[in-house]
């Protein structure tokens, strides 16, 4: 029987390539997508090519072109979040991750890594991962031990980075002098240190795309990465206009040898789905940046020379509630809930198809609540809810301004807050939708709290730890709560599974605290998910058929980009 304690694979052991953490969770930024090829003429422009076999040689040099409806506010990994599968490309990182197995892979900076006790943990950082030769200064520096530390008490001390929780283990407070005190770098080639106390997500933290690493001397110079970007990543930033262009160029000395393949790797935004949909199908692009639907892809896989791929969304659309009045009384929080009709999201937004998402999205299968119970859970009945508004004091509903992003191009946050809006019309609740740019929204909407109710699609996770941390009194950033929300039962469950190192009395917590929170109907309250296609012209190769930036489980794997080539122009 295979050993259900996480890490026990890893204590006082070294391994030089994969490190096994525990069973399988299927997650939609690491799914790998179900390939369609179209087999039709749909009458469609675009390139003149041959497809080439699927086993044919990967070739060197060329570019690629990237579609991209979202503008880049900036490639900060540290502080900005519109840019993070931009700054894969820039940055090291420790290591990689394959989300379906929930398996680091050693193919980054760090070429062996050991876990002493659960708590401690030693690297070895791979020699001659050298800063991009553009950079201002230490240009073509191996990355050493104390990039790694300056990096992380930078990323662990932002103001706007997304969990602190993991640097607080580390140090006991979220303290630049105590996180630099406890991370510790005997050599150049060697990162250390020890945590306070277990935590289960330390090593799934690791790899997420915030914690990039940037060389010390660049840190020491810059206050800001936003519009400024030196790493030493496969690729290095040749040009950055985030609303309209970024190019990337190959780092030329990039540690692994003869990658990447592409000489150049260039995004360009249109933030009109239309639009951007348009210049794809007539050949602009050679991978498609739109939002698709169902329809959209059926068509794009009627001309042969296209590639369709599908994957379950990770983005899970929340709407979030202030626990000050009306929404601190439980009544108010159910008769919302109530009036929610999640078939009608999915019918009319999703394709027809798609799932329901408890406090954890449905495509984490292995920690999520079943289907059957969250759709029992989930009943629309408006009668119900108007019966507890009046209970509540509300017989004739109330007002309230709901907060959005305003993300040009992306019109499926309006959709979901339109049909928010007509939900809670019915049982007399006024919606008034208050529109904020993505920057602002980011700073001082959702990070401040500064909302009484506020929508958004959460960015997709694949470590169970994360969504619930919304529910913690502490909230995600350890230091407190978006909504005011504080449950200490709930804290308890929360703080339990993430010292848990056993997989089936983890998994266990995390279904008990789901099923408290689905009681409570909110602070959040989640919306069903569905499915993402993605398309691009068959001259470009990907080795794997994923939508983010994480490792596959069936590839030993070099970082994601670097593997990415094309068929020579006219072949």
């Known amino acids: 029987m295979e050993d259900s304690n996480y890490w026990n694979r890893l204590r006082q052991t070294r391994v030089t390539r994969r490190m096994l953490l525990g069973s399988a969770a299927v997650t939609a930024a690491g799914s790998a997508a179900a390939l369609t090829v179209g087999c039709g003429g749909g ?28 503008a880049t506010l900036g490639v900060d990994p540290h502080i900005d979040f519109t840019g993070l599968d931009i700054d894969t490309l820039i940055y ?37 991962v050298k800063v991009h030769p553009n950079a201002p200064v230490g240009a073509g520096d191996d990355i050493v031990s104390e990039d790694v530390k300056q990096s992380f008490i930078r990323r662990g001390t932002s103001i706007s980075a997304p969990d602190k929780r993991f640097p607080k283990f580390i140090a006991g407070a979220v303290d630049k002098e105590l996180l630099s005190a406890a991370l510790e770098t005997p050599d150049d080639y060697t990162f250390q240190f020890k945590m306070q106390e277990p935590f289960v997500p330390a090593i799934r933290e690791m790899a997420n795309p915030t914690w990039a690493i940037v060389p010390a001397k660049i840190i020491d110079r810059y206050l800001s990465l936003s519009q400024d970007a030196y790493g030493s990543g496969p690729f290095m930033m040749d040009e950055f206009r985030g609303s309209e262009r970024i190019v990337l160029k190959k780092h030329p000395e990039y540690f692994i040898p003869n990658r990447p393949y592409l000489d150049e790797l260039t995004y360009i935004i249109i933030t009109e789905n239309s639009s951007l949909l348009a210049a794809f199908r007539a050949g602009q692009h050679d991978v498609s940046g739109a939002f698709l639907t169902r329809r959209d892809a059926e068509d794009l896989m009627e001309d042969p020379r296209m590639i369709v791929s599908t994957t379950p969304s990770g983005f899970y659309p929340v709407i979030h509630l202030k626990m000050k009045p ?28 798609g799932n329901y998402n408890g406090p954890i999205q449905w495509v984490q299968d292995k920690w999520a609540l079943p289907q059957e119970e969250l759709r029992e859970f989930y009943q629309y009945r408006p009668d119900e809810a108007r019966a507890l508004l009046t209970e509540a004091g509300f017989p004739d509903g109330f007002e309230v301004k709901m907060k959005i992003p305003k993300v040009p191009g992306i019109s499926f946050i309006t959709d979901f ?30 990070l401040s709290g ?62 008990d605290a789901q099923r408290m929170i689905l009681q409570e109907h909110g602070p959040q309250l989640t919306l069903t998910g569905g499915f993402a296609f993605q398309a691009r012209w068959g001259y470009v190769n990907f080795p794997f058929e994923v939508f983010a930036f994480q490792t596959p489980e069936d590839n030993q794997g070099n970082p994601f980009g670097v593997d990415i080539w094309r068929q020579p122009i006219g072949a």
Do not use: C
């Open 450 to 511: 500064n909302f009484d109710m506020t929508f958004f699609p959460n960015l997709p996770w694949d470590e169970p730890d994360r969504p619930l941390s919304f529910y913690h009194s502490l909230g995600i950033t350890g230091t407190g709560n978006w909504t005011n929300y504080s449950n200490p039962e709930l804290d308890k469950l929360i703080d339990g599974q993430a010292k848990e190192f056993d997989f089936e009395k983890r998994k266990q917590i995390i279904l």
């Open 92 to 128: 090291s990182y420790m290591y990689g991750w394959a989300p379906n197995a929930e398996e680091a892979v050693l193919n980054n900076l760090a070429k062996d890594m050991e876990v002493i006790d659960e708590t401690e943990f030693v690297f070895t950082l791979n020699q001659g």
């Open 43 to 70: 009458g469609l422009s675009g390139p003149a090519f041959t497809p080439w076999p699927a086993d044919a040689t990967p070739q060197s040099g060329g570019s690629v072109t990237w579609g991209r409806i979202l």
């Open 417 to 446: 807050a339109l049909l928010i809006k007509e939900h809670l019309r019915r049982i007399n609740i006024k919606v008034l939708i208050d529109e904020v740019e993505l920057g602002a929204y980011i700073s001082t909407v959702i």
């Open 326 to 353: 009306p929404f601190d009384d439980i009544r108010v929080r159910k008769a919302i809930d109530l009036a929610l009709d999640r078939e009608e999201f999915i019918a009319g937004l999703q394709d027809g198809e």
